[in-house]
């Protein structure tokens, strides 16, 4: 069993940064493929972006690519997501998860239902 604690939310002006982190205890955290999702007000939790078990391989929603990068430190049970240039539409709940599942191909991991642990949350608001 895989907890799963996010840190770093906040509120931002557009064209800003923030940084979440996510610390994992429970389980052994490089078996993980580790996800960010969102979730907006009255909209559907959605994928941000995964990181493979080493860290080698990463995948991105077209809205946040080439603003967000995804990282992970192995050593330290941690996974991060840096959000540069922020806007409006970022604002959302932010969500780690964690799956130990394999499969194969750049959709593979982008469903929130690939996924068995998830955090409790940490909010991100971008003003304009």
């Known amino acids: 069993q895989v907890q799963l604690v996010e840190s770093g939310g906040g509120s931002v002006q557009a064209g800003g940064s923030l940084r979440l982190s996510c610390a994992a205890s429970g389980g052994t955290f490089s078996s993980y493929v580790m996800g960010w999702f969102r979730q907006a007000p009255g909209k559907e939790r959605e994928f941000v972006a995964r990181?493979?078990?080493?860290?080698?391989?990463?995948d991105y929603a077209l809205s946040v690519k080439g603003r967000f990068t995804i990282s992970r430190d192995n050593a330290k049970n941690t996974v991060f997501l840096q959000m540069n240039s922020l806007k409006p539409d970022d604002t959302a709940v932010y969500y780690c998860?964690?799956?130990?599942?394999?499969?194969?191909?750049?959709?593979?991991?982008?469903?929130?239902?690939?996924?068995?642990?998830w955090g409790q949350g940490t909010q991100v608001t971008v003003s304009s």
């Open positions: 990181i493979s078990r080493a860290g080698g391989i990463t």
């Open positions: 998860a964690a799956t130990d599942s394999h499969c194969s191909g750049s959709d593979c991991y982008a469903g929130p239902s690939r996924y068995d642990y």
